[in-house]
């Protein structure tokens, strides 16, 4: 299967519903299931809501090494038959697809600016990210792409951030890991608009149009979008303060 020639155009998502032909609202299903890893969300006048309240499941809990709960959404799924190896961001060695998934391809660019408008509530226990990644239709088309990263434990009582973003090459062998945290002033509880320029052999990141990192490499191949918010049990605190992650605005643009 190659997924190339899946988009060609413009990609604007307001979330006025969660489209099932544009998002798969569980996260990576194939490694347990769509129910088992149904995302928590509801749809309001700001958008999408992602949460993960007290009650939420461990997600692939005899799989995941560490305890962890998410609520996350993507803009394309697919796998190989149950069994197999063969399903996007296997994250140990030996997983095997429990669950087959249908190729839904909603959004899936191949290079283009990718701007992504979204608030968050995270605690010490708790992250939000929005990545491009590759769909592994070949297994070395695994790169990623971090447009936003923070954990509730990096944010400062100066304002600032830990802003995690830049480049993981996974399975790719021509990428190398370029991955930052720096510091920055970023109220994330604000919307702000996260941006990436992808280029062949260049990606250049922002934040309400202010470059904040550029990578002299680039995947090169279609990668989809997601969208999510992590919770981590055994950080302690408190589990009835709720992880938000709202995305009020997805747009997607051919290069000009």
């Not at 939000?128 to 434990?153: K, Q, Y």
């Not at 802003?163 to 919307?191: K, M, N, Y």
């Not at 904040?212 to 009835?240: H, K, N, W």
Request: proline fraction near 9%.
């Amino acid at each position: 299967m190659d997924l190339d020639g899946h988009f060609d155009g413009h990609f604007d998502e307001r979330f006025e519903r969660l489209d099932p032909t544009r998002w798969t609202s569980s996260y990576l299903p194939a490694w347990s299931s769509r129910a088992a890893a149904a995302a928590a969300y509801d749809i309001g006048p700001g958008g999408l809501r992602l949460s993960i309240p007290p009650g939420h499941p461990r997600w692939c809990p005899d799989t995941h090494e560490t305890p962890l709960r998410v609520s996350g959404i993507h803009s394309a799924n697919r796998s190989g038959p149950v069994g197999s190896t063969d399903a996007p961001q296997p994250f140990a060695a030996g997983l095997r697809v429990r669950e087959e998934q249908p190729t839904m391809v909603g959004f899936a660019p191949h290079f283009g600016v990718v701007e992504v408008t979204c608030r968050a509530h995270v605690t010490g226990r708790s992250m939000f990210s929005a990545w491009m990644v590759g769909l592994e239709d070949r297994p070395e088309r695994s790169g990623e792409i971090c447009l936003v990263e923070v954990f509730g434990n990096s944010i400062g009582d100066d304002g600032t951030v830990a802003l995690g973003q830049g480049i993981h090459p996974f399975r790719d062998p021509g990428l190398v890991d370029d991955f930052t945290a720096e510091r920055r002033s970023l109220d994330v509880a604000q919307w702000h608009r996260y941006a990436v320029r992808w280029s062949r052999g260049a990606v250049e990141l922002s934040v309400d149009g202010q470059v904040t990192r550029t990578c002299s490499q680039a995947p090169d191949y279609p990668m989809m979008l997601i969208l999510a918010v992590f919770d981590f049990p055994d950080e302690g605190g408190d589990p009835a303060d709720v992880p938000v992650l709202e995305v009020s605005r997805v747009v997607g643009s051919p290069l000009t």
